[in-house]
């Protein structure tokens, strides 16, 4: 395999120089226009202009930083999955983590006219729906990992996973039942997704849960690897297999968990990103799909906000808009291209 | 054989297999005892369900025995590790593989896993191994081939490579021959024995090619409803252990062809 990477050097040197560019750009377009030298000058602190420093140093560089951490993060948690679960349909949202996030921002959303007063209003904030979100991905899989421990067929647990998503999803749609138009409204919101308003201490929390799943991701690509035989060869080869499926589930959740709880449910990526780095990369070894995956994840979300930020205007559409309409063409486009799905 | 000196592989001793659920206890087979001896094709024969499988799951681990013991060279499988039962034994078994984007290099690379480091770097050492295993099942120039490409009779040779490339002393093969036409089973099976004699490796496998099994075997194991034996296929024949294999309203075995006849 170690003969295989210089085979795709090329294609990583090409990825990283297309991110850069991604992040230069996503940060000089916006709603104000930036001249690029300022952009530069506000990295080093000679610019004259303090507005757009602060534009740039407070607002664009840390929605850029989490546009790619949410892209590189759903993509390689999407990877694990289909990977875990041998199913190309699988994704980061498969465990029930998104709907377990939903759920809990449901409750203090929909669910705060019942606390009422000051209590409510405290929950709403922006960190009482992280920690909302956070808690309730977190229990959702609790609940599916306490089961599927009880299992050893990796099927079942997907299933597992649907059905806790069925469950709540359905207390979901009670709560939206009873609550109001305006509660409906701002619940939807958090459902389109949003890459802004996160500041640099909330991007130092987020980062420091993502480099952990990172962590773990990179831990189980040998095992990712012998995963790809089948569970029965990967015993074989002398794995782990309750404690494999184990690192790469929270692996999955620390990144998908709180990719969600700091940024909405963000749809498509996740499941997308892989199944387009396979393209490029015609391989199935986690020790180059996994760096493919990081960057192409990146640079898709970093062009995806570019567009949703609509330059020039004052408009920024919904982000998990913007990642299907997109994304979704180019997946069929691919597919319809090479004939087939390599998995 | 030639070596003067044998070497058991694999011991069985009182074995009894079967399925346990808190309740009830189901007895497949039991009181099993044989020795395979190193450098030794092995096969193992007997009608469908009589437990073939359920016998090479508890030789692989993959499920408990009821009662007795497992020894590969001299150690209890059931106190060994995973990561050291897989320096002890690899298979080949039936069912299909997930990714199929693998290039058979890389599938053959897989089985230096429980050698290699924490992220599966190979060694010069294994990428020599990896090429011996290539150059034994003569698929060195299907290396860069990717899975989807190759037929069964291919991706068979491949999964033997696999295991070959384990470096282990016991193969276990669970029914290496099925979806093959006749020209491969024979293939299949001759290319074990060649690797038995060549690397002096304890081949195991289950197989429904008796006739084959027959002429190619050392040793072979025939399970039947009322015992298990094993012995050379000679012994076998001349114990007329065949003849009971089967109902003899449909199917008799011939001691002088070594093979079977459908009754009319």
């Known amino acids: ?118 209590f409510a209003s405290a929950l709403v904030s922006k960190w009482g729906i992280i920690i909302a979100a956070s808690l309730g991905s977190f229990l959702v899989l609790l609940a599916v990992l306490t089961v599927s421990s009880k299992i050893r067929d990796t099927m079942a647990i997907l299933i597992i996973g649907l059905m806790f998503g069925s469950i709540t999803a359905a ?23 949003s890459l802004s308003n996160l500041s640099w201490s909330e991007l130092l929390i987020f980062s420091i849960i993502y480099l952990l799943g990172v962590l773990l991701s990179i831990i189980s690509i040998k095992n990712l690897n012998s995963l790809l035989l089948g569970d029965n060869y990967a015993k074989s080869l002398g794995i782990n297999l309750k404690q494999s499926r184990l690192i790469i589930i929270i692996a999955t959740s620390l990144l998908a968990g709180t990719i969600t709880a700091f940024a909405g449910p963000i749809a498509f990526i996740g499941l997308a990103i892989p199944h387009l780095t396979r ?5 199935s070894n986690h020790k180059i799909l996994l760096p493919a995956v990081f960057l192409y994840g990146a640079i898709v979300m970093l062009i995806c906000d570019s567009i949703a930020q609509v330059p020039t205007t004052d408009y920024t559409l919904p982000i998990n808009a913007i990642t299907a309409i997109v994304g979704a063409p180019v997946v069929i486009w691919l597919l319809v291209r090479q004939r087939k799905m390599v998995f | 054989m030639s070596n003067i000196k044998e070497h058991i592989v694999l011991k069985v001793k009182e074995l009894s297999i079967g399925y346990k659920t808190k309740k009830v206890e189901t007895v497949v087979a039991s009181n099993l005892n044989f020795d395979l001896q190193q450098g030794q094709l092995i096969g193992l024969v007997g009608a469908n369900g009589i437990g073939k499988s359920t016998l090479l799951r508890t030789l692989t681990k993959v499920q408990n025995p009821l009662n007795g013991n497992i020894t590969i060279n001299g150690k209890e499988i059931q106190k060994l590790s995973t990561i050291d039962l897989a320096k002890q034994l ?47 099942t003569n698929i060195l120039d299907l290396k860069d081939k990717k899975c989807y490409e190759l037929s069964d009779g291919q991706l068979q040779k491949v999964m ?80 007329g252990t065949f003849e009971k294999l089967f109902p003899q309203d449909l199917i008799t075995f011939n001691d002088k062809t070594g093979s079977f006849r459908v009754s009319k």
Not at chain 1, 171 to 192: D, K, P, R, T
């Open chain 2, 90 to 136: 690899s298979l080949v078994l039936t069912e299909p593989l997930v990714a199929k984007n693998l290039s058979v290099y890389e599938l053959v690379a897989l089985g230096r896993q429980p050698y290699t480091n924490w992220i599966g770097n190979l060694s010069p050492k294994d990428q020599s191994i990896i090429n011996v295993a290539l150059e034994q």
């Open chain 1, 279 to 283: 393209q490029l990369f015609k391989t």
């Open chain 1, 1 to 118: 395999m170690s003969a295989e990477t210089p085979k795709y050097r090329r294609s990583f040197i090409v990825l990283i120089i297309l991110l850069v560019v991604c992040f230069i750009t996503n940060i000089n377009l916006g709603s104000i226009k930036i001249p690029i030298k300022d952009v530069f000058g506000s990295f080093f602190g000679t610019v004259e202009n303090t507005t757009s420093q602060f534009l740039i140093l407070d607002y664009r560089l840390p929605k850029a930083i989490t546009a790619i951490l949410i892209g590189s993060g759903l993509g390689i948690s999407g990877l694990l999955m289909q990977t875990l679960f041998k199913n190309p349909l699988a994704g980061p949202f498969v465990l029930g983590i998104s709907s377990g996030a939903s759920l809990g921002v449901a409750f203090v959303i929909l669910g705060s006219g019942i606390f009422g007063g000051v």
């Open chain 1, 171 to 193: 207390v979901v749609s009670v709560l939206s039942y009873f609550g109001s138009a305006e509660q409906l409204q701002q619940y939807i919101f958090w459902g389109f997704g």
């Open chain 2, 160 to 239: 033997i490579a696999r295991a070959l490339a384990q470096d282990t002393d016991l193969i276990i093969l669970d029914e290496p021959t099925t979806h093959l036409d006749m020209y491969h089973k024979a293939y299949v099976l001759k290319l074990l024995k060649q690797l038995t004699k060549t690397t002096n490796k304890t081949i195991l496998f289950s197989s429904h090619e008796i006739d084959l099994a027959i002429q190619l075997c050392d040793t072979m194991i025939v399970m039947s409803k009322d015992n298990v034996q094993c012995n050379t296929p000679k012994q076998l024949i001349s114990n």
